[in-house]
């Protein structure tokens, strides 16, 4: 299935998806990882925003928020957090084209449940992008899904050690691994679990 009928089955499922990721909170959803969070005041981006939960949620704590949603989740977010505290923009992964170098460097930089979905030959490519977009010693907050995925929505495997070695060579280094079932209680009994990667990227390196 190609990327672009995934975002168009997100859209068409949007009712039934905002209504599932604005259930649960942004703290349920992280976990531990937010214990290594730079905090606010800084910049974020959300890359894969969704309904833009945990963009409103940074946006509320002082963070300058930029939230990248290629769905039709995108007009929902922006009807349901309207701040000006939060950035909306039409972009995805690899390339991340219309953020382009005008975007800057944020200081946190989330990917949750996107990574599964771009194809293993596109990741060198998405990985390099959001190492882009991260400031010297910013951090990235990674999660990689293993297990069965939805037919309308589909997965490709994920590999921990595979994304912290093309994280490492854009200076990006991990500082914090942890792993859990999924909290979606359909997703958890038939096996689904994640791993949270949050690498740090090196202060001096040849994208700085």
């Known amino acids: 299935m190609r990327p672009s009928d995934i975002i168009t089955n997100y859209g068409r499922a949007a009712d039934e998806l905002t209504a599932l990721y604005e259930g649960v909170s942004t703290e349920l959803v992280y976990g531990e990882a937010l214990d290594h969070w730079p905090p606010a005041p800084a910049r974020a981006i959300d890359i894969g925003a969704g309904t833009g939960r945990d963009a409103a949620w940074l946006a509320q704590r002082g963070y300058e928020v930029t939230a990248v949603e290629p769905s039709q989740l995108r007009q929902a ?40 979905h771009l194809a293993p030959a596109d990741r060198p490519q998405g990985m390099q992008a959001l190492a882009r977009l991260t400031a010297p010693g910013g951090r990235l907050c990674l999660s990689l899904r293993s297990g069965p995925a939805h037919p309308d929505r589909p997965a490709y495997p994920t590999d921990p050690d595979e994304s912290r070695a093309q994280a490492a060579e854009h200076g990006l280094n991990l500082i914090w691994r942890g792993e859990r ?7 958890a009994g038939a096996g689904v679990t994640w791993i949270w990667l949050v690498l740090e990227k090196a202060t001096k390196t040849s994208e700085t």
Do not use: E, M, Y
């Open 77 to 116: 977010g922006q009807h349901l957090h309207r701040t000006r505290a939060i950035q909306w923009i039409d972009d995805q992964l690899p390339a991340l084209t219309r953020l382009g170098a005008h975007a800057g460097r944020f200081d946190l930089v989330l990917c949750n449940a996107v990574w599964q």
């Open 181 to 187: 079932d999924s909290i979606k209680p359909g997703d």
